[in-house]
Nanobody
Framework: QVQVVESGGGLVQPGGSLRLSCAAS?????WDWYRQAPGKQRELVAW???????YYADFVKGRFTISRDNAENTVYLQVNSLKSEDTAVYYC?????????WGQGTQVTVSS
């Protein structure tokens, strides 16, 4: 079983920034970040592969940056220029072959 743990969420004012982290107990092929706002479906935010290829949803392009530290089995999501609509629980998903492992989520609240 692979343990996946997110951290870094919190309360931030509009326009602010946070750095979300997600650490795994072993090496990961690729990482996804998702988010789920109250009353809405979980949606894909970004992903990154082992060789550094990335994808971003249109609603975060230019504001969020995904990166990874393979030596530390960790993925990061730098979230800048936050808006109230970015308020959600952010989840990371680790993929190893066909296996997927979800973290418990970290709350990001954007409010003045």
């Amino acid at each position: 079983q692979v343990q996946v743990v997110e951290s870094g969420g919190g309360l931030v004012q509009p326009g602010g920034s946070l750095r979300l982290s997600c650490a795994a107990s072993r090496s990961i092929f690729s990482w996804d970040w998702y988010r789920q706002a109250p009353g809405k479906q979980r949606e894909l935010v970004a992903w990154i592969t082992t060789d550094g290829r990335t994808y971003y949803a249109d609603f975060v392009k230019g504001r969020f940056t995904i990166s990874r530290d393979n030596a530390e089995n960790t993925v990061y999501l730098q979230v800048n220029s936050l808006k109230s609509e970015d308020t959600a629980v952010y989840y990371c998903k680790a993929r190893i072959g066909a296996q997927m492992y979800w973290g418990q989520g970290t709350q990001v609240t954007v409010s003045s």
